[in-house]
């Protein structure tokens, strides 16, 4: 009786247990599935409000979303998002799968990426041909001890604009010819201006120099931003171009107490700076308080016949507006007359995101790094999202300067700058080491000091600097 | 037992309060001691005890007391103007005239400009070839001035940028001090034969005290403080020209990443505001009682 009692009780149990297996089982099938079909998540450092990342991420992130990745932005600004990417990485979190550093910052960020070689050839991408994609400078920029780290988002160059109208008036060649024995310099095809020495440029600038009724100077030669960080990269352009960095490979002052061969190099520099606006007087005293917006103001309103600072950022004021239909599309030039030797080169404005070596999806994050450096999403994204410049890509260089979307000296500008990194030792000090060189550039060119004092306090400023961080 | 009740719900009301003051105010300061105390370097990768090295580094700084000596000397030119300007804005506002309202609501529009925006407007009108100042200046014959480019005149352009976005301020409080005055001792003033400066001298001012002392303290403590206009406008420069304690700790700390030295500049800073602080409201409370 208990016997036939217990046999549909057990019969139940099995079934239940097979049931709920079965149910189990399925859960977890589907949890399996639903597992399979879930997208990875990954998270992105990007610029808060600035063009090239802001225009770049809805392309990536629906790119990426068809290959199953959603791609999050976690955007900061300036020194905070410096700041939170370094406090992160320090103390080794995966808040962000992908990091995004400037030149300055690259170095501090590196040992916390994790080079892409390994990760290239795991997805079928031979490494070298995918560097050559790129500027050979540009990939000097973006690897360490021969390894590649950063894909390149954005790369900038200073360069020089001129007014069309002036240049290439028939009368100005005459008068200019007639005044210094030799011609005026005139673009090529693309519309770059060369100047063969520092003495042309210099007397170009005193050329177009000019003063109206009342005595005072209504066209400026040549005006520079002169201003804080933009005033301080204009130096910076010069002392790259003139073969030195901020330090040696010790960590000395590349013109301190430890170099003193430097020294007259870049005492030359200053005069140089400080003639423009003090002796020559081609460039207006006003520059101390003038960055970037508005040295492309005074240049859009005809007041300077040559201008110098990160201009390609400027070229919207000019192509397609009022300027160009009163004075005509700007001419181009690099400083090139400040070069010592065709090896030095001048300052690049580097953009990049690199892989956490902490990621915990970093397949993902190196599809998304490599969907970064595609050529024709990056045209895509540049026409219709309006990225203001290149990615160090050759190709994409050669349509933008084909389709007018930058001028024409951003092709040479690019194939021959350099930046902090590889022109100088990575030496996390770089920031404060810039800091003491924009003090006392503005100091020069104000005249509070003179070009010897400028070359002392600026080497005797940074040896001090890297001497209390213990190099030495 | 009402009372022990009346004390928990006391308590219990003040309890947020005390937590948001222990979050918000004392958590943040003992951390900044306790920063101040390390060589807390992003940089250098530094982070260990240093006693009071930070301290030592910042008292033997001179660009620490030219900084020191700049914003005293904005906190003084600014506070003075604003209150000269403020309560001659205010003796007219206090007249009975036709569109009275309208120059009222006309004066205090510089302050409700966001003080970022008001900076770079202001950065655009100094713009010593295209800027309106100069451009005004060359229409009557007058030299150009380069108002933030020249290491003498930087700091003096912020602080006209700064008395005339903050002068409204100290005009809505004087106005409201001269709208209270009893009107019958102005009268019996005026019958007296008081009139011109002598009845703003010897009665209205006098009066006024209690208001103006707290409008200027109010107005000193405030501007010891003041950062956006100086950096928007000159970023501290030319040189250092026109650095002020502010600017100075946020390249400390922001520019070079020395969060310790920085941490110790800023405690600096804040003894001298709460010591200015407390002695302002110690003289007043003394006048008060006095009164």
Not at chain 2, 120 to 141: E, P, T
Not at chain 2, 274 to 279: E, I, K, P, T
């Amino acid at each position: 009786m208990k016997a036939r009692k217990l046999i549909p009780l057990l019969s139940l149990v099995v079934l239940f247990v097979c049931a709920g297996g079965q149910i189990w089982a399925g859960g977890q099938n589907e949890n399996a599935a639903a597992a399979a079909t879930k997208p990875v998540t990954i998270n992105v450092a990007t610029s808060l409000g600035w063009i090239t990342t802001d225009g770049l991420m809805p392309f990536l992130k629906d790119y990426l979303a068809k290959q199953g990745i959603n791609v999050v932005a976690v955007p900061g600004q300036g020194v905070a998002l410096r700041d939170k990417q370094m406090l992160a990485a320090s103390s080794g979190d995966a808040t962000y799968d992908v990091y995004l550093a400037w030149d300055a910052l690259m170095p501090l960020l590196q040992k916390y990426g994790e080079p892409l070689d390994n990760y290239l050839q795991s997805a079928g991408v031979d490494a070298s041909g995918f560097e050559a994609k790129f500027y050979p400078n540009v990939v000097a920029n973006a690897s360490a001890d021969g390894k590649l780290y950063w894909i390149p988002i954005h790369i900038n160059a200073q360069i020089g604009y001129a007014r069309r109208d002036l240049f290439m008036d028939p009368n100005e060649q005459a008068a200019f010819k007639a005044k210094y024995g030799y011609d005026l310099p005139q673009p090529d095809s693309t519309g770059v201006l060369t100047f063969p020495t520092k003495k042309v440029f210099v007397d170009v600038a005193q050329f177009f120099t000019r003063a109206g009724s009342d005595g005072q100077t209504n066209l400026w030669g040549y005006v520079m931003a002169g201003k804080w960080d933009q005033g301080n990269t204009v130096f910076e352009e010069e002392m790259f171009r003139a073969g030195l960095g901020y330090f040696d490979e010790k960590g000395h002052s590349d013109w301190g107490p430890a170099e003193p061969q430097n020294q007259p190099i870049v005492k030359d520099i200053a005069t140089f700076d400080y003639n423009l606006i003090n002796t020559w007087k081609v460039c207006s005293p006003g520059v101390l308080g003038m960055e970037l917006t508005e040295i492309g103001q005074l240049f859009a309103t005809g007041k300077a016949a040559m201008s110098f600072t990160w201009n390609v950022d400027n070229w919207p004021l000019y192509k397609g507006t009022d300027f160009e239909k009163k004075y005509g599309l700007p001419l181009s030039w690099i400083p090139s007359f400040m070069d010592r030797s065709p090896k030095d080169k001048g300052l690049m404005s580097v953009w990049a995101w690199e892989l956490n070596k902490n990621s915990k999806n970093k397949a993902a994050a190196v599809k998304f790094l490599l969907a970064a450096a595609d050529e024709n999403l990056r045209i895509q994204a540049t026409q219709q999202a309006k990225l203001p410049v290149g990615n160090g890509m050759l190709d994409v260089s050669q349509w933008l300067v084909s389709h007018n979307v930058v001028p024409g000296a951003y092709i040479p500008a690019v194939q021959t700058i350099g930046t902090f990194w590889p022109t100088s030792p990575a030496f996390p000090q770089t920031d404060p080491a810039r800091d003491v060189l924009r003090k006392a550039h503005e100091q020069l060119l104000s005249g509070q000091i003179t070009p010897d004092q400028f070359v002392k306090q600026t080497g005797d400023g940074v040896e001090a600097l890297m001497h209390q961080a213990g190099y030495f | 037992m009402i009372l022990q009740r009346q004390r928990r719900t006391y308590w219990l009301l003040t309890l947020p309060a005390i937590l948001i003051t222990l979050v918000g105010l004392v958590w943040p300061i003992s951390r900044g001691v306790q920063i101040s105390f390390t060589n807390m370097d992003l940089l250098a990768d530094t982070n260990r005890y240093v006693g009071l090295a930070n301290y030592g580094k910042v008292l033997s700084d001179p660009d620490f007391y030219f900084s020191l000596l700049r914003n005293v000397e904005y906190v003084v030119v600014v506070v003075f103007f604003n209150f000269v300007i403020g309560f001659a804005m205010a003796l007219v506002c206090n007249e009975k005239f036709a569109g009275n309202r309208v120059l009222r609501a006309v004066i205090i529009l510089p302050m409700v400009v966001i003080p970022t925006a008001a900076a770079i407007l202001w950065r655009f009108m100094y713009n010593y070839d295209i800027g309106v100042i100069n451009n005004v200046a060359n229409s009557l014959h007058i030299l150009r001035v380069d108002w933030l480019g020249s290491p003498r005149m930087a700091l003096i352009s912020v602080l006209i940028t700064d008395i005339w976005a903050w002068t409204p301020w100290m005009f809505l409080i004087l106005l409201a001090g001269l709208e209270g005055l009893p009107a019958e001792t102005i009268e019996a003033a005026r019958i007296d034969g008081a009139s011109g400066l002598r009845l703003i001298w010897m009665v209205m001012l006098p009066m006024m005290r209690p208001i103006y002392r707290v409008a200027i303290s109010l107005k000193a403590i405030d501007t010891f403080r003041t950062f956006d206009y100086v950096w928007v406008m000159t970023g501290g420069g030319p040189g250092s020209s026109s650095d002020i304690l502010s600017t100075y700790i946020y390249k400390s700390a922001f520019k070079n990443l020395a969060y310790g030295y920085s941490a110790a500049i800023s405690l600096v800073v804040l003894v001298f505001t709460v010591a200015l602080s407390f002695s302002v409201l110690r003289g007043l409370i003394v006048k008060q009682e006095n009164l």
